[in-house]
């Protein structure tokens, strides 16, 4: 801080902005993903505090009517084990073939999973000698994995679950009210107080356009 006892502004106010940014971001992706107004456990236990803000793509494929129309893969397994990571993510490939086909000739076809599961799925490749393939590897992304027109793709908000979900990315919809209304805020000092406060107001949603072309598994 400043010398003197009048600090009526943070020194370090960049450096604090940017990280409140950071995590509102963080927040939307989970809020995306696994938001639940009615605090529905979406796969990480119940959905409480700003997780029930609003409702996201997994309480909308399981708890709505929605769920009737979602394929389900996988049944046979637990979890989201290493050595069974393959297995997995085969049979939700295998369900999307047999049960939503017409996607099959959609662009952006996407296999989303947490970050922990997509790590085991890199590990279970390595060890079962796939690791010379060369699927073109990004930033927790494998584009065309195994010779399949699937991407595999690793997010924030499916974190702490073993849920994967399979569609077309234009299938899932995220709505706001402004594109970058999350990085507007207001700062001001409060001489009352003798408080600097932090306002961050927006708006955002989640939706499935077609629920009869996910494959869900549930873990």
């Known amino acids: 801080m400043r010398a003197g006892s009048y600090n009526e502004q943070l020194p370090f106010e960049q450096v604090y902005t940017e990280e409140k940014v950071e995590k509102i971001q963080a927040l939307i992706e989970d809020l995306f993903w696994r938001g639940s107004k009615s605090g529905n456990n979406t796969g990480a236990g ?7 803000l609003c409702n996201g793509i997994i309480n909308t494929l399981e708890f709505t009517s929605a769920s009737a129309s979602v394929i389900v893969a996988g049944a046979s397994f637990s979890g989201f084990n290493k050595s069974d990571s393959i297995a997995i ?11 939503a086909s017409d996607i099959l000739g959609q662009d952006n076809l996407n296999i989303y999973l947490s970050y922990g599961n997509f790590t ?8 079962a000698n796939y690791f010379h393939y060369d699927s073109n590897f990004g930033d ?3 584009n065309q994995y195994l010779g399949t027109n699937w991407n595999i793709i690793a997010v924030r908000g499916l974190n702490g679950t073993n849920k994967v979900v399979a569609t077309y990315a234009a ?3 995220y709505g706001v009210d402004l594109e970058n209304d999350f990085e507007t805020f207001e700062m001001w000092y409060e001489r009352f107080q003798d408080l600097v406060y932090f306002r961050s107001k927006f708006k955002v949603g989640a939706q499935v356009a077609f629920p ?3 494959v869900e598994y549930k873990g």
């Open 46 to 52: 119940a959905a409480t505090g700003n997780l029930t």
């Open 89 to 99: 993510i085969d049979a939700v490939i295998t369900a999307a073939n047999t049960s």
């Open 120 to 127: 085991k799925l890199m590990q279970a490749l390595r060890e």
């Open 140 to 142: 927790f992304r494998v």
């Open 171 to 173: 299938n899932l919809y």
């Open 212 to 214: 009869e072309f996910i």
